[in-house]
């Protein structure tokens, strides 16, 4: 008890007002970004270079990215009309043998066509 006694003894509250706890966190907040922002320097011209270096640096990697993106798309196109360009050319040699129906007997036509092609 002789601790209550004192004249800058504190007490413990039991109910506390919420808006009053509202108010004193964000006083605590407030306090807290203040401080640092007191505690920020002005950032030196190195610094402030080296952070526009670092973007242009950033720009030029993103361009070279799309860029290497659309010679990919662009090389993947060209390997497929050349394969579907072969397989048509294929297809134009091996059609007149196909036309043949299953069941009958090979002809002198589709003979003379397994020959020549």
């Known amino acids: 008890m ?3 006694k004192k004249p800058n003894a504190y007490t413990r509250m039991d109910f506390e007002d919420p ?3 509202k108010h004193r966190k964000a ?5 807290k970004v203040l401080a640092r922002a007191d505690a920020r320097r002005r950032p030196s011209l190195l610094r402030v270079r080296f952070c526009r270096l670092k973007v242009k640096i950033g720009r ?3 361009k070279s990215r ?3 993106a659309l010679m990919i798309s662009k090389v993947r196109l060209a390997v497929y009309k050349q394969l579907m360009s072969q397989l048509r ?3 134009a040699l091996v059609r007149p043998c196909r036309e043949q129906a299953i069941d009958q007997p090979p002809n002198l036509e589709t003979l ?4 020549t092609t």
């Open 19 to 21: 808006e009053e706890k």
């Open 89 to 91: 050319s294929l297809e």
């Open 2 to 4: 002789a601790l209550f």
């Open 27 to 31: 006083q605590f907040l407030i306090y």
């Open 66 to 68: 799309k860029r290497v």
């Open 60 to 62: 030029r990697l993103k």
């Open 112 to 115: 003379s066509c397994r020959i």
